[in-house]
């Protein structure tokens, strides 16, 4: 009875363990990604719309809400998972969705408390700013990089 209780757990692992091995469609996934990434451009509206109306009440209710949303897409992405063994384009989205964490964390507070306070310090804004702007760029062009990759080798 127990070999036979065995075998079964040992049947039962095998066959989860091969569905999981099942291949992926380049496109359904390609779209999955799409819709993770596409979730922080309301944030990004939103913030952007409460920083030039000077709503900075808003902006950091607007911040919460994006750093929430942000861990809840680099749990989408953990869940999705790699391509077929292929993780670079999976990586590349994690990557920027660390970097907008990063910059909606530590960058956008001090950015928010500095205007909100109205402090006339030009230089801390600019290089606020700067951080923001450089950082988003550079998440962009990462990830246009493994997708544009992504693209050519599974675009048959």
């Known amino acids: 009875m127990k070999k036979l209780f065995l075998k079964g757990i040992v049947l039962s692992s095998l066959l989860v363990m091969m569905s999981c091995n099942e291949k992926k ?11 993770v990434i596409n979730g922080s451009d309301k944030h990004m509206t939103d913030m952007n719309s409460a920083m030039q109306s000077k709503d900075y009440d ?28 292929d993780a670079q384009l999976q990586n590349a989205v994690l990557n920027g969705l660390k ?6 964390t530590d960058d956008y507070p001090k950015l928010i ?17 700067n951080n923001i702007n450089n950082a988003f760029e550079n998440m962009a062009e990462n990830v246009n990089q493994a997708s544009d990759k992504f693209e050519r080798d599974y675009n048959k």
């Open 25 to 35: 469609d380049p496109v359904q996934y390609n779209n999955e990604i799409v819709t």
């Open 113 to 129: 408390d500095l205007r909100k306070k109205n402090t006339q310090d030009p230089a801390a804004e600019q290089l606020l700013l």
């Open 99 to 104: 970097g907008y964490k990063k910059i909606v």
């Open 58 to 85: 808003k902006a950091e209710k607007v911040r919460v809400e994006w750093e929430k949303a942000i861990d809840q897409d680099i749990k989408k992405m953990e869940d999705i998972g790699d391509f077929n063994g």
